[in-house]
């Protein structure tokens, strides 16, 4: 289900929106280079999903520090999944401590929100592999396989264009790696405060999938985290029983009879508002285990499965959020992937999606900004550096 937006709606013809949104990129990317830069053979996954999230905290908390109405934080914590696990792992320091291992395939999935403006990335590399030292074999595949299909979907994602000529786009990609898309994997619309908007791309829909999900077309001054997950197996994840860590609030109402619940609710409800949320963020996790699971049971709450494909194949995640602008897409999360290190003895030979990925996604144009309007932002920003507004009618 859709999450419900805000009764007055902030769009991207807004200036000062688009601003917020690049504010919140701009931390992503940041931070997605710092954990790039420490993860190692030896390091503890654990350790690494809790810089994440220290540093979206800090990194956001510098921004609007006088304005204390407008929330600022966690969009979606940091999740590190390894091979084929397919998403949402997220560990808590109680639970069995995983390490990395050289030629491990790492999927690194976080987000950051301005003012309920959502920035969310992802992207999947392989310890060890280089250019210097490439690898060739059904790792170096998937990873391309989700490279590329979230480049071309990239390319493609533009006003009047249709979300199921984005899910065949990435199937063909996919399949030409003699690979397979996470089976009915779903890349949201976004809107201020609603992370799983109406408006969605599905990915290797199941025949029961394509009668439900609803078809639409882009629109200009939308916004999207397009999410594509690829599989070097059969594209099902399932849930094995790996403990769910993240969830996020619903629209529902309802009266927890337990003191505790009722006190673990309303600090969900002040600290992460509609946003998604992991238990390492409470400072006694007994409680808040217990807690969460009354909220899920009546339905207050809704969980994020950690997803598993089989033992032995290999899962690609790559995520970017794109804002849908009147002279073409900009996308403002993108994370700090080499593709050189990887080679397949498969390629795509569909010749409108090799031209299509042959196009430049350069707008030289969005980088003309008015002094007046960055001047406006860097004030309301109370004194921060902040990005430079990119003009929304251009």
């Not at 002040?270 to 217990?290: C, I, S």
């Amino acid at each position: 289900m859709a999450d419900s937006g805000s009764e007055e709606e902030q769009t991207i013809s807004n200036d000062l929106v688009v601003t917020k949104y690049k504010m919140a990129g701009d931390m992503v990317n940041t931070i997605l280079a710092e954990i790039h830069a420490v993860i190692a053979p030896g390091k503890k996954v654990i350790d690494i999903c809790e810089l994440g999230d220290k540093r979206i905290l800090e990194e956001t908390s510098k921004v609007y520090k006088n304005k204390k109405e407008i929330k600022k934080g966690i969009a979606f914590p940091t999740c590190i999944s390894i091979n084929n696990c397919v998403c949402h792992f997220s560990p808590l320091r109680s639970e069995a401590e995983q390490e990395f291992k050289d030629g491990d395939l790492v999927k690194i999935d976080l987000g950051a929100h301005v003012d309920g403006f959502i920035a969310v990335a992802a992207y999947t590399f392989v310890i060890g592999a280089s250019p210097e030292n490439k690898l060739k074999d059904r790792r170096a595949d998937v990873i391309l396989a989700a490279h590329n299909a979230a480049e071309a979907a990239l390319r493609k994602i533009k006003p009047d264009v249709q979300n199921n000529e984005i899910t065949e786009m990435i199937q063909k990609v996919a399949e030409s790696y003699k690979c397979t898309p996470v089976e009915g994997m779903l890349s949201h619309q976004l809107k201020q405060n609603v992370i799983n908007g109406e408006k969605s791309i599905i990915q290797n829909p199941t025949d029961e999938q394509k009668k439900e999900h609803d078809k639409c077309s882009f629109e200009v001054h939308e916004v999207y985290a397009v999410d594509v997950l690829v599989s070097s197996g059969e594209g099902k994840g399932k849930d094995i029983g790996v403990r769910t860590t993240i969830h996020k609030k619903t629209d529902n109402t309802y009266s927890l009879k337990s003191k505790t619940a009722r006190a673990f609710f309303s600090d969900v409800s002040n600290r992460y508002t509609v946003m998604p949320f992991t238990l390492r963020g409470f400072e006694d996790e007994n409680k808040a285990r217990l807690s969460v699971k009354e909220c899920v049971n009546h339905s207050l709450l809704e969980p994020y499965p950690v997803f598993y494909e089989k033992e032995g194949d290999f899962v690609a995640q790559f995520k970017f959020t794109v804002l849908l602008m009147p002279n073409g897409p900009l996308r403002i999360t993108k994370p700090p992937v080499d593709v050189s290190a990887y080679e397949s003895e498969h390629k795509i030979d569909d010749k409108d999606i090799l031209a299509l990925l042959q196009t430049s996604i350069s707008k030289k144009n969005l980088k003309k900004k008015r002094k007046k309007a960055a001047t406006k932002a860097a004030e309301a920003a109370e004194g921060t550096e902040a990005p430079e507004l990119v003009k929304a009618d251009e």
